[in-house]
């Protein structure tokens, strides 16, 4: 297991990757002082030649200069697909991907069509090339309309994604006609095996399917929204099956530069990126340098999310409220807060979203918070594993019964087969619930324990505003680490006066 590399190695890699990825761009001219960046000129002769540059007469003493030739550097050329006229079909699903979209990212590799072609696409829709990275494994273009719409809905996410899911329909219509079939032939021929035969076969169907399930387009749009503002992001590469480099050119291009390959305690090696000032001039509007604060842009309040938050209100004594998810404006969630005999005695917010803590006690927790004594119940991280297991014990002895007390073997096996394909998915239920609900889970998780380890995507809400909350209750982040199917996960360690942990 290599070690974490030092914070003097670090700044040497940021260093690095800021040279490469933000300067060596395709430039005509760029001018390096090695002394300046702390970086051997070796290193910087490398990092020009791999960008397509070649060095030239510096102007100034101490300085290197090179000049972008890519004709000149015999490199493999960068990945485009060069059909001279691309399938018809290609075209449109690439237009149905584009329709309602403000800003997507698209994957040529995918697409199947060179870039000209989705340039060409993307222009009859209103909208143009914003970002364009490449290396010869895949070309990743960012396109943005001329004129944004607005901001969209979860409800116009959700559809769009429904009713684009043709193949997810697809593999649904195949596995109810499976299991149609299968109990047609268990009713009729009391072939209970037939139920182990197809168990057996999904798993390996689901296993053989995981690594392509999700479009490429659809990782690389997961990858970007990784790189929200926070100081640092750590990632899986295998997560996302995209090169090094392409990670890079993607997390240069919102001022993020790699920073080291960390060990973690599970041995997990993953990718550490760390901010590093705004981002290039296409993309640096979306994530400016210092985050804007929420709040929601709502002239008229809704009539309906007005009551909503008031029903909440009434007779609580502590409630959390996220603003996304009220959509309101902070100052009528505090108006109406008032009302109810209530005042903001936390308040957290960054780019994503703003969370107000809601109690008849205007003063904030009281530090450091006791240790928990009594029957405590679960924390919702632990609920996410003890749901599926819950439900698998209950299928298997439904099964278990059903077989060995009534011999119905068509019973045992649908119970059997929904317990083996409904437990995966039931991980993911708490992420169900409306985002102020789970906003109120998290801040259950920090119960006056020394330690609390919790995956933040459960509870919806950001890393920031996960950390900003646990700094609320009087804890501090002591680790993080992913997981390809739940996400990030930080642990925390609860503040004692005198420094003892």
Request: glycine residues 8%; positive net charge; contains cysteine.
């Amino acid at each position: 297991m290599s070690t974490p590399p030092t914070w003097p190695q670090q700044l040497w890699l940021l260093r690095v990757g800021e040279l490469r990825y933000r300067f060596f761009t395709g430039r005509p001219i760029v001018y390096v002082f090695p002394e300046q960046w702390g970086v051997d000129a070796g290193t910087i002769r490398r990092i020009a030649y791999e960008r397509r540059y070649v060095e030239i007469e510096p102007e100034q003493p101490g300085s290197l200069r090179f000049q972008y030739a890519p004709q000149s550097v015999a490199r493999v050329s960068p990945y485009d697909n060069y059909e001279p006229q691309p399938d018809a079909s290609r075209g449109r699903q690439l237009l149905n991907h584009l329709v309602g979209e403000d800003k997507v990212w698209i994957s040529v590799r995918q697409a199947k069509m060179s870039r000209q072609h989705i340039v060409d696409v993307a222009r009859s829709e209103g909208m143009h090339v914003a970002a364009d990275v490449a290396d010869e494994t895949d070309r990743i273009l960012l396109l943005k309309r001329d004129r944004p719409s607005g901001r969209d809905t979860w409800n116009t996410r959700f559809l769009r994604w429904f009713t684009r899911g043709y193949l997810r329909a697809l593999g649904i219509a195949v596995l109810a006609a499976a299991i149609l079939t299968i109990w047609t032939l268990s009713r009729f021929y009391g072939a209970a095996v037939l139920w182990y035969l197809l168990i057996v076969g999904l798993f390996f169907g689901l296993g053989a399917a995981a690594l392509t399930v999700f479009p490429r387009s659809s990782r690389v749009s997961w990858l970007a929204a990784k790189f929200d503002g926070s100081p640092s992001v750590q990632l899986f590469q295998s997560s996302y099956r995209l090169s090094h480099d392409l990670i890079c050119e993607i997390a240069a291009l919102h001022g993020y530069f790699f920073a080291g390959i960390m060990s973690t305690d599970r041995r997990y090696a993953t990718m550490m990126f760390r901010r590093c000032g705004p981002g290039e001039p296409e993309v640096a509007h979306d994530i400016p340098q210092t985050p804007p604060r929420y709040d929601t842009p709502a002239p008229q309040p809704s009539p309906s999310r007005e009551r909503r938050l008031r029903k909440r209100l009434s007779g609580a004594d502590e409630v959390w409220i996220s603003l996304l998810h009220a959509g309101l404006p902070r100052q009528y969630v505090v108006d109406a807060a008032r009302d109810a005999g209530l005042t903001v005695s936390v308040e957290l917010a960054d780019a994503t979203d703003r969370l107000m803590r809601l109690s008849r006690d205007p003063s904030p927790p009281r530090l450091p918070l006791p240790e928990p004594q009594g029957f405590r119940w679960p924390r919702m991280t632990l609920m996410v594993y003890l749901i599926p297991v819950l439900w698998l014990m209950f299928c298997f002895a439904g099964s278990a019964v059903a077989s060995l007390a009534f011999d119905s073997r068509v019973v045992a096996g649908t119970l059997f087969g929904c317990g083996v394909l409904l437990a995966p998915p039931l991980v993911f239920v708490l992420r169900l619930f409306p985002r102020s609900t789970k906003v109120g889970w998290l801040a259950r998780e920090f119960t006056g324990k020394n330690g609390v380890t919790l995956f933040v995507s459960t509870f919806g809400v950001s890393l920031g505003l996960a950390t900003q909350m646990a700094a609320a209750y009087g804890y501090f982040p002591a680790g993080q680490n992913m997981t390809p199917a739940q996400g990030t996960f930080v642990s925390f360690v609860k503040y004692l006066p005198g420094g003892a942990r």
